[in-house]
């Protein structure tokens, strides 16, 4: 079975769902999509915002419903981070750090950018795909206040179930094809994540080149 065909069953039951169960199916298929990613928020909200545009729901109860569902799910997800926590991380770099080239030293950079920015990196997470759902789990790590939270987890899901409603909307029966331009910027997303992690592995070499080369050089003075 390709993705395509994935796609189209995940299209039909989210229809299916939606369909009998209104604004609560909404609410429960965005929880759902927070916490398992492959059932895609751009399947959910623009069908939502083709039947705005059929007159069975209205724009505002649909953004509501999305938005309650996603944060509800992100919820779950932060306290997920609060349970695993920051010591068990820790512990785990302690043994197997060396292994995936994660220090503790870097953990703590990590929180501490995230201390400084978190507001800033939950509310842009919630706009970026793959990164939506997972942004919960470190601010969960890194307790983040609940009130803030939930104010900027609630921002970045509105303002993204706005735009995929009022896509559908717009397109009226041809909603799916908010899919072509979701594929393209998870595309785009991607190329930069990738670009990211290739100059983090960069900079990790180089700082082993720089430590085998002090360690040659404090050998032949010896």
Do not use: C
Not at 4 to 9: A, H, P, R, T, V
Not at 14 to 33: P, S
Not at 209 to 219: A, C, G, L
């Amino acid at each position: 079975m390709d993705l395509s065909e994935i796609l189209d069953q995940l299209s039909e039951i989210i229809t299916d769902v939606i369909d009998a169960m209104g604004y609560v199916g909404i609410a429960l298929i965005m929880l759902i999509e927070n916490l398992f990613p492959p059932i895609p928020s751009e399947l959910v909200m623009p069908f939502a915002g083709f039947l705005v545009a059929e007159g069975r729901f209205s724009f505002v109860g649909v953004v509501a419903a999305g938005t309650v569902g996603a944060v509800l799910g992100a919820l779950a997800l932060y306290w997920l981070g609060a349970w695993a926590g920051e010591p068990l991380v820790r512990q785990f770099l302690r043994r197997y750090g060396r292994f995936v080239g994660v220090s503790e030293q870097e953990l703590d950079q990590s929180l501490a950018a995230f201390g400084k920015r978190g507001e800033i990196m939950v509310f842009a997470g919630r706009l970026i795909p793959l990164i939506r759902s997972l942004i919960s789990i470190p601010a969960g790590m890194n307790h983040m206040p609940m009130g803030r939270f939930l104010l900027f987890t609630t921002l970045g899901s509105a303002i993204w179930n706005i735009a995929l409603t009022y896509a559908g909307y717009v397109l009226g029966q041809n909603w799916e094809s908010v899919l072509d331009f979701i594929s393209q910027y998870q595309r785009a997303t991607l190329v930069v994540l990738g670009l990211l992690f290739a100059l983090w592995v960069g900079r990790k070499l180089l700082q082993w080149r720089n430590r085998q080369t002090q360690t040659s050089t404090v050998s032949k003075i010896e």
